[in-house]
């Protein structure tokens, strides 16, 4: 039997959205970003799309997620593709009869942008207003429990992974441990290709796992995250083999009281840019300023990097609800590299550091077997 409407939690965000696009004239939104389509309907399918107007939401989808969408969405109206997916967007909205549609345009390739504009004769393609983002900013009970979990995940496999790292071993290797003891736990996927930083490498925010070998004295850089309910986890631990040379010692000490100061400034109504510039004058005072190369951090839930962007580029002001990575770093090229991150949620009153693992200089020191 066809269900008729859907889940409340889809149903308030949907009513939000419209009530966004009434007052901006918008006949109907095309939404192409999965955890946007996620947010609003609870469709996991891939390469899809779906149409929201004052009265429907369209999926566009194709036959390898019948079933999913017969499970998640049969509240909805569901085009199956046989061949590109745009083509069959136009046609959806052509079959609207909406002429003031609203997309994504950062989220959304140009080729497929400049397909729509040549294949919708007389509709107006409009920038859609910022209201999603913002929407997900936010989370609510259901949200942040179930980021509590990927954080739980994220830690356990950290930990059991710390104890199978052996000398010799490679850095591929031990992102293939560290995403294995994830999936163990119940991780559908890793939250984004996890970063395992030997010595020199380390010195790359985003490096690529290569074959760096662990070595006595090297200096390791982990940044992991889990997915589960696709809400993700992301945190990033720096150890050192043995012993920490007196340099790295002395930028560790840096980094973490600069995490501590910006998570101690964190409060809903604060501006992302001050707690940002608490971090960054630390690090700063400490002598390496231009070595914290990246903004402090960024919003994390369905996607592992969204909105908003905890850097000295946003005015934006905290809310209650937020959940941010801290994640202060200190890189030498050619030497390595120090990051610690956390996941934070934003409270009315400061904040609540949802990950933890330990970061003391005490514990960054690992004993490994040869």
Known sequence: MRQKNPPRQFQDRLDQVRRDMREKSIQALLIAHPADYFYLTGFTGE????????RSVVVVTDGRFEGAAQ???????????????????????????????????????????EALRKGLKGVRLVDAP??????????????????????????????????????????????????????????????????????ANAALPHAVPGQGRVKKGSLILFDWGATLDGYRSDLTRTVFVGSIPTKFKAIYEAVLTSQKKAIAAICAGVRMCDVDAVARQHITDCGFGDRFTHGLGHGLGLDVHESPSLSWRSDQKLRAGMVVTVEPGIYLPGLGGVRIEDDVRVTSKGCQVMSHLSKSLATSVIDVAR
């Open 71 to 113: 499970k998640e969405v049969g509240w909805t109206s569901v085009r199956f593709r046989k061949g590109e997916l745009t083509p069959e967007l136009i046609a959806a909205v052509q079959s609207s009869r909406c002429t003031r549609v609203a997309i994504q345009p950062t989220k959304m390739s140009v080729a497929t942008r």
């Open 47 to 54: 390469d899809s799309a779906i149409l929201v107007t004052s």
């Open 130 to 199: 910022p209201t999603l983002s913002q929407m997900r900013e936010c989370k609510n009970a259901s949200e942040l429990k179930k980021i509590d979990i990927a954080i739980r995940v994220a830690e356990s496999a950290y930990r059991a992974m710390l104890k199978t790292i052996r000398i010799g071993q490679t850095e591929l290797e031990l992102a293939a441990r560290l995403e294995y003891e994830m999936k163990r736990r119940g991780s559908t996927e890793p939250a984004f290709g996890s970063i395992v930083a030997i010595d």
